[in-house]
């Protein structure tokens, strides 16, 4: 007689199994480890600037934020980061400490080095993003991309610059472009 599970432990190891392969999806093909920030890149500051344009299931319509992040790494390698987007007439900012693990938002962040490219991750309602920038060999010039998943087959859903919980159907990032420059850009 076959062995008969509960339907809720068959859906429970489902969005495990769903959860654990959006993580592999977004973790790219880099060193385990990660290790503090390179000492080349001690004392400089990266620029990054993308566009994100995602579709919500409430209105069906689009929207474009700016993005736009400043990263200091310190004279001892800590990370300071800067968020600041702007979607319409609405914008916000997020000033990050190295110890923090929550945005402004509330949502879950991370950023560490692994070699010669940052990761930095953000976990939404549902779902997250993640933005990889690596570094040349001089870590003088940089590029990069930012991906978004979605985790247990749910639908991703993120808080919006109005407070209110947004079902996303669709998320993309476009136009991103970095630089290295000394010292504090803040």
């Not at 919006?160 to 803040?186: E, M, P, Q």
Request: aromatic share 8%; hydrophobic share 35%; net charge positive.
């Amino acid at each position: 007689m076959p062995c008969r599970r509960p339907m809720r432990t068959v859906v429970q190891e489902f969005k495990l199994i769903f959860a654990l392969a959006t993580i592999a999806w977004l973790a790219p093909s880099l060193p385990a480890h990660a290790g503090p920030a390179p000492r080349q890149m001690y004392g400089k500051s990266i620029r990054i600037e993308y566009t994100v344009a995602s579709t919500h299931s409430d209105d069906h319509r689009a929207h474009v934020s700016d993005v736009r992040r400043t990263i200091y790494v310190s004279s001892t390698g800590r990370l300071f980061e800067r968020a600041q987007w702007t979607a319409g007439r609405r914008g916000g900012i997020s000033d990050n400490a190295p110890e923090a693990s929550q945005n402004r938002g509330h949502e879950a962040r991370g950023m560490s080095f692994r070699g010669n490219t940052l990761i930095a991750t953000i976990g939404y309602a549902s779902g997250a993003g993640q933005m990889t920038v690596t570094f040349d060999p001089s870590f003088s010039n940089c590029t990069g991309q930012v991906r978004f998943g979605r985790n247990g087959g749910q639908t991703m859903a993120r808080r919006g610059l109005d407070g209110r919980i947004h079902r996303i159907t669709s998320i993309a990032a476009s136009s991103f472009s970095c630089s290295v420059v000394a010292g504090n850009a803040f």
